[in-house]
């Protein structure tokens, strides 16, 4: 099998485009890939800081290393930022792949914890919990308000995280099921109206070939599951889109295209009402926010 860029040895054979690729054309083709998003939706301005969200497994490993290279072209810098959420045995692994990786590639990094600013770590929260939320859904409020709060203290303009096209679609459904149309709105990968804009570099990318590239391009990555992984339905939809695309190959950029458009269609329509939370003073859509309520749920007071 031949490279159909340049005669080397082909590795990859993309389904969807009936390309077959050597290492270095594939790799190639994803930072392209990546550069269009980036540029087609403005996530990332001249000069800007990006705080990029590192958990240490293949997604944002491989986002680093992308927007690391990028950075060396264009006018922007990286900061990477891990979060610690109090998983004994499991997360300190992942923080310590990713120190490395940082310190190799001269990145600057830092690490935010969940005890520190939550005053709960992941695993005092699920004890404390009375009802059965999932242990992601809890999980991802306090990462998303720790995040928040990381590129704040770092003073960066870009939040960018490593969700692919899969976790794009996967979410498009569980919203579908939910009948919750706003959220649909929000899906639109334009954020550059945003003061603080939330960037998903790699949402345009399929997730088995960013496994490929990881692979290819020998990054480090944690590949043990997180033990409180319970992601309900998320599974069987995983499931669900990868034996329809085994079928049906492009399937799933298909997929992609109707929920930009159904996404910026229902966006219009939407007029978010932006509040500031009573208890914390950030950002929120009622009078309490939803890290606030949930820490007053789980600590009782
Ligand atoms: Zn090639
Ligand atoms: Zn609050």
Redesign the pocket.
Known sequence: MI?N??Q?QAVYSRKYSGEN??S??FSDSILRKAARTISKYKMIKNNDLVCVCVSGGKDSLVLLDILNKMSKTHNFKIFAVSIDEGIPGYRDEALKIVENFCAELKIKYKIFSYKKLFDLTLEESLDLRKDNNSSCSICGIFRRRAFDHAAKTINADVIATGHNLDDVLQTFLINTTSGDTSKIGWMHPDASSNKLRKIKPLSEIYESEIVFYAFTNDLPFQTEPCPHMDEGIRTEIREFLNSLESNHSGIKNNMYNTILKLSQFTNQSIQKEKRTCLICGNECTGKICSVCNMITDLKGK
């Open positions: 490279c860029k340049c080397n690729l050597c270095e054309c």
